[in-house]
């Protein structure tokens, strides 16, 4: 397929591959809120042999060059789990997936969409969802407000101008996912502070931390309250096993027990938090690997970090209880906790939210209430695909 000069090829050599994680690198040179992800990291993604994801999918990379000039790429996936989800809740039947688009110019965007659709309606896909790279549970959505600071550990980072080449190319806007920022040095309003002392009284209630020494049984608690909690929210795709598993051996040296904390109700684990260090602050001088020092470096980081921002990138509560005002109380006394761990013990002075979806009500007043404010709009853009 080409347009002009520029020519757009799948990723089909190791060469292809490493054009593909190292382009970011030039687009982004002059970028001061870009941050370089590992290498090693972004190969771990795109890669089917150390990506679980790809027990369920399938996915094709492309690249498109310039005068033998690498100035753009994208992937077409499609997820075959989020296939068989309710076409209400945002996926379903024919709704294929683009993601890690990057492109130099309008016209290598446009050229790279149209690559990414042709690859998905030769599949039999009907509907495009996008940008999601890869899965929905990494990352999601591009970034439309926010700019202006970087990202936080697993979320995402982009240029401005993808907005009007994404939207040019006939995609519709249809969820917003919101990141919400906080400075956690203050005390919580008044009213969250008598919540929060109300359930410590409360026989039934207990808020602990998890234990690392039963990694994969408290992995497993997790997992069961998020694949209820999030069972009927848009875009939800149920995480596998291997995906838990995957995950939380990636997770494990970023995992403090007294950042994560699960709620019970009369013995019942019924809601849980994970809070993140940002490990972005550690990473982000690392140029993107590990050598020759870094690994060094980013171990003694992580024997205690001391960082400015915490993330909360999940939380749950069981759907049984979402409606009722135990549901805030659990959430307010996790938050609290969590709070007080990461000033004290880390060092943190701003706490980081989501990404929350657009119209979760639960959620997004819990962060009002803790006044917190919004500062990253991620866009999922859909479009149906017709025959040219």
């Given at each position: 397929m080409a347009h002009s000069d520029l020519v757009i090829t799948p990723v089909t050599s190791k060469a292809d591959k490493k054009?593909?994680?190292?382009?970011?690198?030039?687009?982004?040179?002059?970028?001061?809120?870009?941050?370089p992800p590992l290498k090693s990291e972004v190969y771990g993604v795109i890669e089917p042999a150390k990506n679980p994801f790809f027990g369920h999918a399938e996915a094709q990379y492309f690249l498109a060059r310039r005068d033998n000039r690498v100035v753009g790429r994208i992937s077409a996936h499609i997820d075959h789990l989020a296939l068989a989800q309710p076409v209400e809740q945002g996926m379903g039947p024919g709704t294929g997936n683009f993601g890690f688009f990057e492109a130099e110019d309008a016209q290598t965007g446009k050229a790279l969409i149209e690559a990414a659709e042709g690859w998905l309606r030769a599949k039999g896909m009907t509907r495009v969802l996008g940008p999601i790279s890869l899965s929905i549970w990494e990352e999601p959505g591009l970034l439309i407000q926010g700019h202006d600071h970087p990202p936080t550990v697993m979320m995402g980072h982009n240029s401005p101008a993808y907005q009007a080449m994404i939207e040019g190319a006939g995609y519709q806007p249809i969820k917003q996912l919101k990141t919400y920022e906080l400075d956690i040095t203050h005390p919580f309003p008044p009213l969250i502070q008598r919540i929060v002392s109300s359930g410590e009284k409360s026989d039934r209630?207990?808020?602990?931390?998890?234990?690392?020494?039963?990694?994969?049984?408290?992995?497993?608690?997790?997992?069961?309250?998020?694949?209820?909690?999030?069972?009927?929210?848009?875009?939800?795709?149920?995480?596998?096993?291997?995906?838990?598993?995957?995950?939380?051996?990636?997770?494990?040296?970023?995992?403090?027990?007294?950042?994560?904390?699960?709620?019970?109700?009369?013995?019942?684990?019924?809601?849980?938090?994970?809070?993140?260090?940002?490990?972005?602050?550690?990473?982000?001088?690392?140029?993107?690997?590990?050598?020759?020092?870094?690994?060094?470096?980013?171990?003694?980081?992580?024997?205690?970090?001391?960082?400015?921002?915490?993330?909360?990138?999940?939380?749950?509560?069981?759907?049984?209880?979402?409606?009722?005002?135990?549901?805030?109380?659990?959430?307010?006394?996790?938050?609290?906790?969590?709070?007080r761990n990461a000033i004290t013990r880390y060092g943190a002075t701003r706490g980081e939210i989501g990404w929350v979806l657009d119209d979760n009500q639960g959620m997004n007043a819990i962060a009002d209430a803790i006044d917190s404010k919004v500062n990253k709009v991620y866009q999922i853009y859909e479009k149906d695909l017709v025959t040219p």
């Open positions: 054009a593909f994680v190292d382009l970011p690198w030039r687009l982004y040179a002059n970028d001061p809120n870009w941050v209630i207990r808020i602990r931390p998890v234990d690392k020494s039963k990694f994969d049984a408290e992995a497993a608690i997790l997992l069961g309250i998020l694949n209820d909690a999030w069972g009927k929210n848009w875009g939800f795709v149920p995480i596998t096993d291997a995906e838990v598993a995957h995950t939380g051996k990636k997770l494990k040296p970023i995992v403090f027990e007294d950042l994560i904390m699960i709620a019970e109700l009369d013995g019942e684990p019924v809601a849980f938090m994970m809070t993140l260090p940002d490990l972005n602050e550690a990473t982000a001088p690392l140029n993107g690997s590990l050598l020759p020092f870094g690994w060094a470096k980013l171990l003694w980081w992580l024997r205690k970090p001391q960082v400015r921002t915490m993330r909360v990138p999940l939380m749950g509560v069981v759907q049984r209880l979402q409606s009722s005002r135990l549901a805030s109380q659990l959430a307010f006394m996790m938050i609290e906790y969590i709070r």
